[in-house]
């Protein structure tokens, strides 16, 4: 109940600061790092910007109000950040653009300061349980222009109801659960977004089924650990279900009797959680898409074991045999981190190993960066950068001529693709997806748009597929 209330206090902020803004066409630039779950906040965040007024501008030097929606998972973004926040000092001097950040760097205190003390000039600080409260902030800052900071250190609450503006008409993410149990040694997720939590299946259901009604084809389910959906929910406990969901199997399931919704993607599950229920779920639901993002992370035993990721390398490869069993045309894609700590040699060769045997339609490699606050940085046997490089630049090799060889596979076979538009590099051609997540270009009537179609694939090119209607 509370946070319904907090909802309707914030809509009542919105409206406050629309009537200050009337007339004057404000303009925003938003920039936003990391997963699909921060651009999913960044679509809630120009949701309620607009309601507020404010114009979407993709020039940063023309805008009223500017917001970094930022992530933390990897060293990058952090200078990402510093830089743009640099460039923005002389924009503002000039036009008194209000600068907000907010997002997961926002809940680690080195940072916070480190902007309080070098950037000085921006004017809100919000973390990721305060968003929902950013028409509140702006109507302060407009109101005294007193800079604020409003980030607090809890398991956070979920709200509902917040406005939306969709990046595709297409395609849409809808997030069922926030937070993370796992404290993997090496992810700072858990300090920054706290505790798992999950939307109730009625909310989650309302969400999908008005998707559908307005044309969406295709949803992605975002968790940061989507198989222990509802794992940590008391009321399912004291058997108050809803339609009989009472786990991630049982969502799937449910949102798979949808109509209008064709196609359903998540991201991302744990190994360690996927039961054999959400497998047959996979299985039997012709909406779920086969392509399964499966996080290996290390193919050693030893590195899964400091990294805290409760399975080994056999047990992977098990899980991955099983599935092959039970789900036709099964495809899997991966996240893979390389010079974790203590990561010999032999330990990385067990990790290519597992990307050879696998044989992943999608590898995702990320070179270990160390986050303050994990018990990864605290390990003393650190791998050198160049040694890190080195063996990224080999597990690359890997994977690309494994994709190239998967390619070949593609080539003369029949994809049901869904055309999501004009391919970028040639407006002429239209672009689309295959259930794998494949980009399929071909030659097509713009009426194709939105719709699922079958393709024949005549050629492959590394990235991309080029198809023919039949
Ligand atoms: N260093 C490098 N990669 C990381 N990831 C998470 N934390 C780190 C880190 N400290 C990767 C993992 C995760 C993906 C989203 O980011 O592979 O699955
Ligand atoms: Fe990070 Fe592990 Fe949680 Fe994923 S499961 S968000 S890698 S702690």
């Not at 940061?224 to 279900?241: F, I």
């Not at 949102?255 to 998540?266: A, S, V």
Request: proline fraction near 3%.
């Amino acid at each position: 109940m509370e946070t319904k209330q907090e909802i309707v206090k914030q809509k009542q902020y919105i409206e406050k600061v629309r009537e200050i803004n009337k007339e004057k066409q404000l303009k925003y630039y938003i920039l936003t790092m990391g997963c699909q779950l921060n651009e999913n906040d960044s679509e809630k965040i120009c949701g309620m910007l607009e309601e507020m007024g404010y114009i979407s501008t993709e020039d940063y030097t023309q805008a009223d109000l500017v917001i970094f929606n930022t992530c933390c998972v990897r060293e990058n973004a952090e200078d990402k950040l510093f830089g743009k926040l640099g460039e923005l000092k002389k924009v503002k001097e000039k036009r008194g653009t209000i600068i907000a950040i907010g997002g997961c760097m926002m809940q680690e205190k080195h940072i916070t300061d480190k902007i309080q003390e070098s950037y000085p000039y921006t004017d809100i600080i919000f973390g990721t349980h305060t968003m929902h409260k950013l028409p509140e902030d702006i109507y302060k800052i407009l109101e005294n222009r007193k800079k604020l900071q409003d980030v607090i250190d809890i398991d956070g609450e979920i709200y509902e109801g917040l406005p939306i503006k969709r990046t595709s008409e297409i395609k849409a993410s809808v997030t069922i659960m926030y937070g993370c149990n796992n404290f993997c040694s090496y992810c700072i997720v858990p300090y920054v977004r706290g505790r798992e939590r999950s939307r109730h299946p009625k909310d989650i259901l309302e969400e999908v089924e008005q998707l559908a009604k307005e044309g969406y084809k295709e949803i992605t389910l975002l968790g940061q650990n989507v198989n222990s959906y509802l794992r940590a929910e008391k009321w399912k406990e004291e058997g108050k279900e809803y339609k009989g969901i009472n786990s991630f199997a049982t969502l799937l399931k449910e949102i798979n009797k949808i109509d209008g919704i064709e196609r359903i993607r998540f991201v991302s599950p744990h190994p360690k959680d996927f039961t054999d229920d959400v497998i047959d779920a996979i299985a039997s639901c012709e909406k779920i898409c086969k392509l399964v993002h499966l996080p290996l992370q290390s193919g050693s035993t030893q590195v899964l074991k400091t990294m805290n990721r409760k399975y080994t390398k056999e047990q992977y490869l098990e899980l991955v045999e099983k599935m092959k069993a039970k789900i036709p045309n099964l495809t899997l894609s991966t996240d893979i981190i390389v010079g974790f700590a203590g990561e010999t040699e032999e330990d990385f060769e067990d990790t290519l190993d597992v990307v050879r045997k696998v044989c992943f339609e999608q590898v995702y490699m990320f070179i270990y960066s160390r986050r303050v606050g994990t018990p990864g940085d605290k390990m003393e046997n650190q791998i050198p950068e160049e040694i890190k490089h080195k063996r990224f630049d080999r597990l690359k090799q890997l994977v690309e001529s494994q994709i190239a060889e998967n390619n070949q596979k593609y080539v003369g076979t029949i994809q049901k693709v869904l055309v999501e538009g004009p391919s970028k590099n040639n407006p002429k051609l239209l672009t689309g997806r295959t259930d794998s997540n494949k980009v399929v270009i071909f030659e097509g009537e713009q009426e194709l748009i939105n719709k699922i179609i079958d393709l024949k694939i005549v050629s492959e090119h590394m990235w991309y597929l080029k198809g023919e209607r039949k």
